[in-house]
């Protein structure tokens, strides 16, 4: 079993989490420029097994694709033409953000160490990817 891994992409940064090799525990892994990504998971595939990326669906709170989709469309494009044997879910991200704040001020984490747009991206990205293990019944709390 392979693990998967979750992208929270963003225009200029994007948060990344993945599981165990037993899917089991997702976890914050990096943020890293966007303009990198490709070549990040490329290195990141070549030394860890990984079966599936779960990927960041931005919508409005009517459901409606949220204007980020214009920049993360073409990304989901290039990851195809690179990996195009690697599978890709998406998974509605609408609120992560705010959740990840809250988690960040629920954790005690000083404002300071709450203003690190790097580590919302990540917590992020970690709660993309327990929602889909919850969804799939591989999680729960």
Do not use: C
Request: hydrophobic fraction near 35%; proline fraction near 4%.
């Amino acid at each position: 079993m392979g693990r998967i891994i979750a992208i929270d992409y963003g225009k200029k940064k994007t948060g990344l989490a993945v599981t165990d090799p037993l899917q089991i525990i997702a976890n914050g892994l990096e943020t890293v420029p966007s303009h990198t990504l490709i070549e990040y998971l490329e290195r990141y595939f070549n030394n860890e097994e990984v079966e599936l990326i779960v990927l960041g669906y931005p919508k409005q709170s009517t459901g409606e694709d949220s204007e980020s989709m214009k920049y993360i469309k073409p990304f989901f494009n290039r990851l195809k033409n690179k990996f195009p044997h690697m599978p890709v879910e998406w998974v509605d991200e609408r609120y992560t953000s705010k959740i990840a704040f809250q988690a960040m001020i629920d954790g005690g984490l000083k404002k300071k160490a709450r203003r690190d747009k790097n580590l919302v991206d990540k917590i992020s990205a970690t709660i993309i990817l327990q929602s889909y293990l919850e969804q799939k019944g591989n999680f729960s709390l």
